[in-house]
């Protein structure tokens, strides 16, 4: 199925009175991985694609939840709501969970998804699938709560329904960006200012490795175990209120207080990676290109080599990617394992770039490699006729 064939059945069924439809993007993140969840800072943007939700309000009790993408119908029953079903549904429905804890009363629905997210890039689909609904729901039943609750609560639900201890960029992202625009964004004060997302003659093309990312789950929560560790350690000379807080000019002495070889590593990530988010987006501002896209290139071998979330193949794409003429910056994006890479390539060297990049990728994974220019018009919001 298409957006426009799934929009075309389902728009005309909308009534606003127990018909509804919505949206919310996924994200790319420019710059900044595996620094939300620190309290430190991010640079995403929300993207065109994302996920849109048809709700239908039932008389009776149960949810009935549909897949358009899997082709997939599942019914919750009311004993059932509670639990983790460890399948799909426990997105949105771990968000129903969170959402009757601030007082939403339990009501019947049917409730079909459609996202035009590439599956398992690292886009965001999980957490625009979240967004959707808590929107979806603050909308319909009037429940008052404001975009940063229904971003907080998306979080809670993945946190604790789901099983991933991600941060806030994701979910914040999709409640707040407005279209053309990155957030700049600081996960501890959970405030933001925006910063326009273009670069003159120059677009950002995402590649999809397509490789599986079973093990997304596990390392991310794994990474994040390890940075508690490495705020034990900090903290047994001096409290640290969060890493997040620390700058690269701490790199040093820090580096004489944590011993050990593989948390230094993961703590001169997250140091690094934070100034280098401060930087992208004053470099954005003021249209350097090729200073920012030394960056994404630095940030990726951070990613890679201190912080170990890439893979081969999303190394290969970089170095492929290194190669061709017009291209500025390239590095993985999200939380890696897998997913895209984020390019930034002359807007008259994108074609050639899709040509070589999949060519090549195919000579030395094996793999096809899927190639699509970012736009960034996509905002959370209801779809009315
Ligand atoms: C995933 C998580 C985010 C963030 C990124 C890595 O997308 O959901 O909270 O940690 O990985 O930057």
């Given at each position: 199925?298409?957006?426009?064939q799934?929009?075309?059945k389902?728009?005309k069924q909308?009534?606003?009175?127990?018909?509804?439809?919505?949206?919310a993007p996924?994200?790319?993140n420019?710059?900044g991985?595996?620094?939300?969840y620190?309290?430190?800072?991010?640079?995403?943007a929300?993207?065109?694609s994302g996920?849109f939700?048809f709700?239908r309000?039932?008389?009776q009790d149960?949810?009935?939840?549909?897949?358009?993408?899997?082709?997939?119908?599942?019914?919750i029953?009311p004993?059932?709501?509670?639990?983790r079903?460890n399948?799909w549904?426990?997105y949105?429905?771990?968000?129903l969970?969170?959402?009757e804890?601030?007082?939403w009363?339990?009501?019947?629905?049917?409730?079909?998804?459609?996202?035009?997210i590439?599956?398992?890039?690292?886009?965001?689909g999980?957490?625009?699938?979240?967004?959707?609904?808590?929107?979806?729901?603050?909308?319909?039943f009037e429940?008052?709560?404001?975009a940063?609750?229904?971003?907080l609560?998306?979080?809670?639900?993945?946190?604790?329904?789901?099983?991933?201890?991600?941060?806030?960029?994701d979910?914040?992202?999709?409640?707040f960006?407005r279209?053309?625009?990155?957030?700049?964004?600081?996960?501890?004060?959970?405030?933001?200012?925006?910063?326009?997302?273009?670069l003159d003659?120059?677009q950002f093309?995402?590649v999809?490795?397509?490789?599986?990312?079973?093990?997304?789950?596990?390392?991310?929560?794994?990474?994040?175990?390890?940075?508690h560790?490495v705020?034990?350690?900090?903290?047994?000379f001096f409290e640290v209120p969060y890493l997040?807080s620390?700058?690269g000019?701490d790199?040093?002495?820090?580096?004489k207080?944590v011993?050990?070889p593989?948390?230094?590593?993961?703590?001169?990530?997250?140091?690094n990676?934070?100034t280098?988010?401060?930087l992208?987006?004053?470099?954005?501002?003021?249209?350097?290109t090729?200073?920012?896209g030394?960056?994404?290139?630095?940030?990726?071998?951070?990613?890679?080599?201190d912080?170990e979330?890439?893979?081969?193949?999303?190394?290969?794409?970089v170095?492929?990617?290194?190669?061709?003429?017009?291209?500025?910056?390239?590095?993985?994006?999200?939380?890696?394992?897998?997913g895209?890479?984020?390019n930034?390539v002359k807007?008259?060297?994108?074609?050639g770039?899709?040509?070589?990049?999949?060519?090549d990728?195919?000579?030395?994974?094996?793999?096809e490699?899927?190639?699509f220019?970012l736009?960034?018009?996509?905002?959370i919001?209801?779809?009315t006729?």
């Open positions: 199925m298409k957006t426009a799934f929009l075309s389902y728009k909308t009534n606003g009175s127990d018909r509804f439809l919505f949206f996924g994200r790319v420019l710059m991985d595996h620094t939300d620190t309290g430190g800072y991010v640079l995403p929300a993207i065109s996920t939700l709700v309000l039932l008389p149960e949810i009935r939840l549909t897949s358009e993408n899997l082709g997939e119908h599942k019914t029953s004993e059932a709501f509670s639990k079903q399948s549904t426990d949105p429905v771990g968000v969970n969170e959402l804890k601030r007082g009363k339990k009501q019947g629905m049917e409730l079909v998804y459609f996202g035009d590439p599956m398992n890039a690292g886009l965001s999980s957490a625009s699938m979240e967004m959707v609904t808590a929107f979806a729901m603050n909308t319909i429940l008052g709560i404001s940063k609750e229904l971003a609560l998306s979080q809670k639900a993945e946190n604790d329904f789901v099983g991933v201890q991600c941060g806030i960029m979910q914040y992202t999709i409640a960006a279209p053309e625009h990155a957030l700049m964004l600081d996960c501890h004060a959970l405030e933001h200012r925006e910063v326009p997302v273009s003659g120059y093309v995402a999809n490795s397509n490789v599986d990312r079973a093990l997304v789950s596990s390392g991310y929560n794994q990474r994040v175990k390890e940075l560790e705020r034990k350690v900090i903290n047994t997040g620390l700058t000019e790199n040093e002495w820090l580096d207080l011993e050990d593989l948390l230094k590593k993961r703590l001169r990530h997250v140091v990676e934070n280098r988010v401060s992208a987006a004053e470099l954005l501002e003021q249209q350097k090729e200073l920012f030394k960056l994404m290139y630095d940030s990726h071998d951070s990613l890679a080599y912080f979330v890439s893979c081969r193949e999303l190394d290969v794409l170095k492929l990617a290194s190669q061709v003429e017009g291209v500025a910056g390239a590095r993985m994006t999200g939380a890696g394992f897998g895209c890479t984020l930034l807007t008259d060297a994108v074609a770039f899709q040509r070589k990049v999949m060519m990728y195919k000579k030395e994974t094996g793999l490699a899927s190639v220019p736009s960034f018009k996509g905002e919001r209801e779809i006729n």
